[in-house]
């Protein structure tokens, strides 16, 4: 349910609502914790939601490509902020404004304001999904 979500994100709360119904039956299936609400449920078994992992994943790949693990021909190309005085940390990204719904949720435009909302990351990519988990793990998002 998680294979190519940088390319395949859904935006309309129907599918996000569908998605998460799969996981939900699927957490049903456990036979101790059948009895438990959704959000219980999650935080026995540890899971997070499909959302959170869509968004951590998209996280993710952003940090690989901002600090050069791709190749440069193939990924998309985002535009760092040059202001030196902007809050936030150094791989912070240029928003542009969309004009039409069709560009508003690719990859590109949809993960900007997330992107720089988080704190200053640092150089390896296990190290940044460690420190983004311990981020985001007092959030709501991660069993809502």
Same mark, same amino acid.
């Given at each position: 349910?998680?294979?190519?979500?940088?390319?395949?994100?859904?935006?309309?709360?129907?599918?996000?609502?569908?998605?998460?119904?799969?996981?939900?039956?699927?957490?049903?299936?456990?036979?101790?914790? +059948? =009895?438990?609400?959704? *959000?219980? /449920?999650?935080?026995? !078994? #540890? &899971?997070?939601?499909?959302?959170?992992?869509?968004?951590?994943?998209?996280?993710?790949?952003?940090?690989?490509?901002?600090?050069?693990?791709?190749?440069?021909?193939?990924?998309?190309?985002?535009? +760092? =902020?040059?202001?030196? *005085?902007? /809050?936030?940390?150094? !791989? #912070? &990204?240029?928003?542009?404004?969309?004009?039409?719904?069709?560009?508003?949720?690719?990859?590109?435009?949809?993960?900007?304001?997330?992107?720089?909302?988080?704190?200053?990351?640092?150089?390896?990519?296990?190290?940044?999904?460690? *420190?983004?988990?311990?981020?985001?793990?007092?959030?709501?998002?991660?069993?809502?």
């Amino acid at each position: 349910m998680e294979y190519a979500n940088s390319v395949w994100n859904p935006h309309r709360q129907s599918l996000i609502k569908d998605l998460e119904n799969v996981q939900m039956r699927a957490t049903k299936l456990v036979l101790s914790v +059948k =009895h438990l609400t959704y *959000k219980e /449920r999650l935080v026995q !078994l #540890k &899971l997070p939601t499909l959302k959170y992992r869509r968004l951590r994943g998209d996280m993710i790949e952003v940090f690989k490509i901002l600090t050069g693990k791709y190749n440069t021909n193939v990924t998309s190309s985002f535009e +760092k =902020h040059q202001d030196c *005085k902007t /809050r936030g940390h150094s !791989l #912070k &990204l240029v928003n542009f404004r969309c004009h039409y719904d069709l560009r508003k949720y690719f990859f590109c435009t949809r993960i900007i304001n997330t992107w720089n909302s988080l704190p200053e990351s640092v150089s390896t990519t296990d190290f940044f999904k460690n *420190k983004l988990d311990k981020f985001w793990s007092n959030q709501d998002l991660l069993y809502k």
